[in-house]
């Protein structure tokens, strides 16, 4: 009992002393950082480029509506980085359904992401927060999980 509360009381001097690291982060700074809905427009234009031209991505992204994919997409980082958009599109989980999407192809996805936000100037702490909130969605979208790994 006293080694659980010991532990407690850890934890929660933990929060205290690390918590004034994020008290300065309002809810919309990635939104700011990202350039707001119009940096976020540019990010998708140049991220569905980049997807074209990258041959671990562009066979499923063929036949898509491009207009469509890139309003929702936009929705969703504007919604997800905090600012004051609501997303409309389908939910992950049956849009992605039937595509196959890989663990791999998660990842290129967002190492493209993360280009285009570097050649949007987008400082890191806000790529990463943005990255830290698409990662929830990585159950809905991938069903094709990465092989398992080589037993040693
Ligand atoms: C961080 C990862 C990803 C996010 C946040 C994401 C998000 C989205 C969004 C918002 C849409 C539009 C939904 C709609 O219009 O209702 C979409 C559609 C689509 N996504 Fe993803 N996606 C991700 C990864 C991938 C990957 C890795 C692939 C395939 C390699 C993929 C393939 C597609 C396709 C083909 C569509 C169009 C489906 C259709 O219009 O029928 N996605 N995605």
Redesign the pocket.
């Given at each position: 009992m006293q080694a659980h509360r010991h532990a407690l009381l850890v934890l929660l001097l933990n929060g205290f002393i690390l918590m004034p690291v994020h008290a300065q982060e309002s809810s919309s700074d990635v939104y700011q950082a990202l350039g707001e809905r119009s940096g976020i427009e540019t990010i998708v234009k140049d991220l569905l480029g980049r997807i074209a031209n990258d041959e671990r991505?562009a066979a499923?992204?063929k036949s898509?509506?491009v207009r469509?994919?890139h309003r929702?997409?936009s929705d969703?980082l504007c919604q997800l980085s905090g600012g004051p958009c609501r997303?409309g599109?389908?939910d992950?989980r049956s849009?992605?359904a039937g595509?196959g999407?890989t663990d791999t192809?998660?990842n290129?996805?967002?190492e493209q992401?993360v280009r285009a936000m570097e050649e949007e100037g987008v400082p890191t702490w806000a790529q990463n927060r943005l990255l830290e909130r698409?990662v929830p969605?990585h159950e809905d979208?991938v069903d094709v999980p990465a092989e398992a790994a080589p037993t040693q």
């Open positions: 991505l499923q992204f898509i509506d469509r994919f929702n997409l969703q997303y599109g389908d992950m849009i992605h595509i999407v192809q998660f290129a996805l967002a992401l698409l969605l979208i």
